[in-house]
């Protein structure tokens, strides 16, 4: 049983910080590259940041390069989102999602807003 559950999300002020985490259970997790994926009202699914599966390799948006920073600890099974000088534009669900080019598992999702 695959399950990936994202928390950390919430309301924050444009400019400020805020922290995601996925749990991983019920695969190899340090065999699967993990991705970030958000998702705003009335817009695509758009990937964030994806990291390979021993973080040699990291790719993200140019709309959050040097913003975001994905990262991962297989020890706990667990990938990370670092968000920090959040935009209103960065309003989103935020999935995480287990694959590099193909997704196999997507979370359930969490809501971040970023308003004043």
């Known amino acids: 049983q695959v399950q990936l559950v994202e928390s950390g999300g919430g309301l924050v002020q444009p400019g400020g910080s805020l922290r995601l985490s996925c749990a991983a259970s019920?695969?190899?997790?340090?065999?699967?590259?993990m991705s970030w994926y958000r998702q705003a009202p009335g817009k695509e699914r758009d990937l964030v940041a994806k990291i390979s599966s021993t973080s040699v390799n990291i790719d993200y948006a140019d709309s959050v390069k040097g913003r975001f920073t994905i990262s991962r600890d297989n020890t706990k099974n667990t990938v990370y989102l670092q968000m920090n000088s959040l935009k209103p534009e960065d309003t989103a669900v935020y999935y995480c999602?287990?694959?590099?080019?193909?997704?196999?598992?997507w979370g359930q999702g969490t809501q971040v807003t970023v308003s004043s």
């Open positions: 019920g695969f190899t997790f340090n065999t699967y590259a």
């Open positions: 999602a287990s694959g590099w080019t193909k997704i196999i598992s």
